[in-house]
Each structure stands twice: as C-alpha cells, then as structure tokens.
C-alpha cells in the first residue's frame, strides 16, 4: 500500500463552486506534461483538501511541496454526487483510498439532516482512514481484509443488509469492488459511482479516459466522473492501470 497525503491548498475561485465527487487537476512539476486529476476531499472556506496516495511521478512530486509553495490546479472539473430530493438515508462504500470523495458527500448530508452511513475498507487498521478526521454524525463502519479493525473482509461483504436500509448508495474504489456490487444488483436501488480512469487532459479533448455504457461512449472527465452503477458496461471497461492511453509522462 502506497503512502498516503493529506494536503490544504488555498483555492477561493475553486471552493466557491466545488462540489463533492468534482475533482481538479494540477500540474505535477515541469517534467510531466499531463495533469493529474485528484478528487476534492474537502472544503474549508478558501481552502480544499486533497488526499491522494502516492502510486507514480506525479503524485511523487506533489508529496515533497512545502508549506508556501504555489500549486497549479484547475477546476472544479466533473458533475459531482448527486443526493436525489427525499432521499433521508445515504449509504457511501469507500474502497481505500476511495474514501477521499466521499468524505464531503458524508459531510454535505449530515449538514442537510440526512442519516450517513459510511462503510469504509483497508488492507489493515494501519492503513484506515482516522476516524477523528470522519465528520461528526456519520456513522462509520469499519472492515479490513485481515480483520485487525472492524469486520474481517472487503467493504462489498458488508453491502446487502446495509443497501437495503439506504435510499441512495455512492461509492468510490477499486474496478473489482464496482464490478462486485454490480454483480449484486442492489434492487433497483440508485447507486452513483466515482470511476478513477487515467486521464489524459481532463477536459474532454483527448478521449483517453472514454467508458462504455448502456447510451454509448462517455468520458470520465466531461461526463463524469460519478455515472450511475447500471449505466456502465463493466466488461468493457479496463483497470486504470490498463487503459486505452498509453501514458507518456
Ligand atoms: C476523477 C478522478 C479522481 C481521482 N481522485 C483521486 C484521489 O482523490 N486520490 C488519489 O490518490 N487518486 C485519485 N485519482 C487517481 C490519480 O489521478 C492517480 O493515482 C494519479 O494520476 C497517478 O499519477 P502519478 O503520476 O503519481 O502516477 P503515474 O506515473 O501516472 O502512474 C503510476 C502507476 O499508477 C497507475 N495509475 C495511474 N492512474 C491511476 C488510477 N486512476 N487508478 C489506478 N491506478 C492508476 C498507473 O497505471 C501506474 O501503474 C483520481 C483519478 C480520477 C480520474
């Protein structure tokens, strides 16, 4: 497992619109052409907040910034959640890192008056997102794959008792924890799902980032990224480390 940053960037233009599931990305250095897109984990005032795991170069060269130093990022970019009117129960499945997005979903229904349950999966305890960062009135539950916090397994083995008590479910992790709920079918439940393609420009110029689904080709980062569960062809789509686009830098 990669390690893991939280930083705060002063951003006013981007946190007076941002909402959660939109995303921006930043220019990871002079040596990497490509933007990277990071999720908005969360906003405070003028402030945002980015919590991504260090996998490659760019996210490399963003854990070395110092306290003063300027970042360039755009956004924000993509449509965000989307919680339905009359919808009093939300049930939000974080596979590791995948929790970044959905921390300002909690808090945003919390702050409405909603009920916020927030299944949150690790390899192990060390690896959990702390749970004095989880917003006041959420309801987190816990899992691991080697059972050291919380229930022994992965986020989905926990899904089918909580899905029904939920009137809308969101989810950000992993390809095979979405194809998993796919498989599951959830009723006719909505679930709203954040994918994390490779992107190239993050604009909608390059297509790198396009998926399948039941209307045609879409891409991650014009139309998305939150698509519905069942809109997706989830045979058709690769792993992000697969994708179509072959990354040059
Ligand atoms: C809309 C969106 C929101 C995202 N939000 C977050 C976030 O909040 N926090 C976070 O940590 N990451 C997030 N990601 C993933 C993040 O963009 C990538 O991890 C990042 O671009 C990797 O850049 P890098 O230069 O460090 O690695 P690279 O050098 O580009 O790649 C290093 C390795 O990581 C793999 N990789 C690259 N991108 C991804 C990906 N998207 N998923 C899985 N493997 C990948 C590559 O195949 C390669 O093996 C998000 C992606 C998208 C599309």
């Known amino acids: 497992m990669p390690a893991v940053y939280l930083i705060w960037v002063e951003a006013p233009d981007i946190t007076a619109e941002a909402r959660p599931g939109q995303f921006v990305t930043l220019r990871c250095g002079d040596h990497l052409p490509l933007r990277r897109p990071l999720s908005i984990h969360r906003t405070d005032g003028r402030k945002l907040a980015l919590l991504f795991a260090v996998v490659g170069q760019g996210t490399e060269w963003l854990s070395g910034r110092l306290v003063g ?106 390809m095979p924890m979405y194809r998993r709920m796919a498989e599951m079918g959830l009723g006719d439940k909505p679930v709203q799902v954040l994918l994390e393609q490779v992107m190239g420009c993050g604009i909608g110029a390059c297509r790198g980032c396009a998926v399948m689904t039941r209307q045609g080709i879409r891409l991650v980062c014009r139309d998305g990224p939150v698509f519905r569960l069942g809109e997706i062809i989830w045979e058709e789509v690769k792993e992000p480390g697969v994708n179509r686009l072959t990354r040059w830098a």
Do not use: M
């Open 69 to 174: 130093e300027y970042v360039d990022l755009l956004g924000p970019l993509g449509n965000g959640f989307s919680i339905h009117h009359g919808s009093q129960k939300l049930l939000l499945i974080a596979g590791g890192i995948g929790i970044a997005p959905l921390v300002a979903l909690a808090e945003e229904g919390v702050d409405a008056g909603l009920s916020v349950k927030l299944v949150i999966g690790a390899e192990t305890a060390s690896k959990l997102y702390p749970e004095d960062f989880i917003p006041g009135g959420v309801e987190a539950i816990c899992v691991t794959d080697d059972g050291s916090a919380g229930g022994r397994g992965v986020a989905t083995d926990f899904l089918p008792p909580l899905a029904d008590w939920a009137d809308q479910i969101f989810a950000c992790g992993p």
